[in-house]
Antibody, heavy 119, light 107 residues
Framework: EVQLVESGGGLVQPGGSLRLSCAAS????????MSWVRQAPGKGLEWVAN????????YYVDSVKGRFTISRDNAKNSLYLQMNSLRAEDTAVYYC????????????WGKGTTVTVSS | AIQLTQSPSSLSASIGDRVTITCRAS??????LAWYQQKPGKAPKLLIY???SLESGVPSRFSGSGSGTDFTLTISSLQPEDFATYYC?????????FGQGTRLEIK
């Protein structure tokens, strides 16, 4: 059974930093693209970033470019999102998701971790 | 960025009804479209990918169609567990984008 477990969320002041982690199990992590998707309170889904199996390709939504960095450790079956210069509008539930092979459709999702940016 | 517009934004329907939700892309995306179901407080669930491929384990009452700019998600006979919010997602180009969602409510 595929499991994705996010951690690292919390309350942070504007301008602060957080590092989210996603622990993967139940599948061969190194074979899949992985994504982060967020959902602000009461709002829709917003794709944030994704990363190729070997880390050679990464893509970001414009609103986080230069502030967020996606990374992975295939030996630890883990995905990360380093978030710097956080803003109030980054407040959301952040989901880790596994992409369908040959597509960026998101086949499996974690339960999410909540990030709140507030003073 | 490719914009996706879903219609309607909300919908009331009864058990057993046939329901169709539409997703229109601001430019052609071939068949690179996925549909998700999300219930309150839960993560989204993939229903359809590549516009019409049913994800494993998803009931056959769900179907998807379309290509280019116009897509539909159809639920052939609504069940109580289908009342949720539905999102489309384009998988054609970066940045990946989602529609704004369609909330399906019980009439």
């Amino acid at each position: 059974e595929v499991q994705l477990v996010e951690s690292g969320g919390g309350l942070v002041q504007p301008g602060g930093s957080l590092r989210l982690s996603c622990a993967a199990s139940g599948f061969t992590f190194s074979r899949y693209w992985m994504s982060w998707v967020r959902q602000a309170p009461g709002k829709g889904l917003e794709w944030v970033a994704n990363m190729k199996q070997d880390g050679s390709e990464k893509y970001y939504v414009d609103s986080v470019k230069g502030r967020f960095t996606i990374s992975r450790d295939n030996a630890k079956n883990s995905l990360y999102l380093q978030m710097n210069s956080l803003r109030a509008e980054d407040t959301a539930v952040y989901y880790c998701a596994r992409e369908v092979s040959e597509s960026t459709a998101l086949a499996d999702w974690g339960k999410g971790t909540t990030v709140t940016v507030s003073s | 960025a490719i914009q996706l517009t879903q219609s309607p934004s909300s919908l009331s329907a009864s058990i057993g009804d046939r329901v169709t939700i539409t997703c229109r892309a601001s430019q052609g995306i071939s068949s690179a479209l996925a549909w998700y179901q999300q219930k309150p407080g839960k993560a989204p669930k993939l229903l359809i990918y590549d516009a019409s491929s049913l994800e494993s384990g998803v009931p056959s009452r769900f179907s998807g169609s379309g290509s280019g700019t116009d897509f539909t998600l159809t639920i052939s006979s609504l069940q109580p567990e289908d009342f949720a919010t539905y999102y489309c997602q384009q998988c054609n180009s970066y940045p990946i984008t989602f529609g704004q969602g369609t909330r399906l409510e019980i009439k």
